[in-house]
């Protein structure tokens, strides 16, 4: 064997090594990925069930109440456009409110409803969101709140 098939089969094998490393790592960090849905996105059914997702949007004015336990709370958060229910078994962020921009992160129970293990909201009146926002401007429903309303 001459040194230059030596050396071609050596960095074949590095390379293949590599690529099994890359793919494993690839494989791994796919599991713990979490995508980000609307709730128009939900109402289409492209949402996995059961798979850790984010949920984002306006929290529905009207729809905020407390269960009995004291502890689980259920809400709505819409789009403006579709609506999902969301229960969150926990204490809620100061700044949650009706008709602020939240995100949540948990999963869809077996009836389409949302189970959130954990409720973001924004921090100041200007602030929402990126994906919230993106969602919004999706759906036509978008307002810059920096703009004076008259």
Same mark, same amino acid.
């Given at each position: 064997?001459?040194?230059? &098939? ?7 094998? *590095?390379?293949?090594?590599?690529? +099994?490393?890359? *793919?494993?790592? /690839?494989? *791994? ?9 609307s709730p128009t996105d939900l109402a289409a059914g492209s ?9 984002? +949007?306006?929290?529905?004015? +009207? ?8 502890? =689980? ?23 949650? &409110?009706? +008709?602020?921009?939240?995100? =949540?992160?948990?999963? /869809?129970? $077996?009836?389409?409803?949302?189970? $959130? &293990?954990?409720? /973001? ?14 969602? /919004?401007?999706?759906?036509?429903q978008w307002r810059d709140p920096t703009e004076a309303t008259?």
């Amino acid at each position: 064997m001459t040194r230059k &098939r030596r050396r071609l089969y050596m960095v074949l094998a *590095a390379m293949s090594i590599l690529a +099994g490393a890359a *793919a494993l790592v /690839l494989g *791994a960090l796919q599991s713990e990925l979490t995508y980000f849905y609307s709730p128009t996105d939900l109402a289409a059914g492209s949402a996995p069930a059961g798979r850790s997702i984010r949920l984002g +949007g306006l929290v529905e004015e +009207g729809s905020v109440e407390r269960l009995d336990d004291g502890v =689980t709370t259920s809400f709505r958060v819409t789009d403006l456009t579709s609506s999902v229910p969301v229960t969150y078994r926990g204490l809620l962020p100061d700044l949650f &409110r009706e +008709g602020q921009g939240v995100v =949540t992160e948990g999963s /869809l129970s $077996a009836d389409g409803a949302f189970v $959130a &293990r954990e409720v /973001l909201a924004k921090h100041d009146e200007n602030y929402m969101p990126r994906e919230v926002t993106d969602a /919004l401007k999706k759906s036509g429903q978008w307002r810059d709140p920096t703009e004076a309303t008259e």
